[in-house]
């Protein structure tokens, strides 16, 4: 049998996104709520690019990035609480 756990998560409560080099490993975490912390575009470790300048990946997780730091900035001003629905597995 299996069950279901929800973990609902609001962009407020997102301390810090990690970036996983897929090359070496090396993983960078950034709080969305410190504004001197931005998305780069290579590995600090090994100096990988990790997206061609402009491609849609690259503008995805930058857009995510800035997405969750505005949306738990800008949620006393909001008339909807927008929520990450986690799903989390569970086998007896």
Partial sequence: M???QRLLVEPS????????CNDCAASVSLKPS???HFVGDQCPNCNLYWYKN???????TKGMFMAIRTLAKMKQDAKVTVRLHI?????D
């Fill in 13 to 20: 409560d997102i301390e810090a996104i990690e970036l996983l």
């Fill in 54 to 60: 402009g491609s849609q990946i690259e503008q995805a």
């Fill in 34 to 36: 410190d504004v001197r």
């Fill in 2 to 4: 299996t069950s279901e």
């Fill in 87 to 91: 799903v989390q597995k569970v086998s």
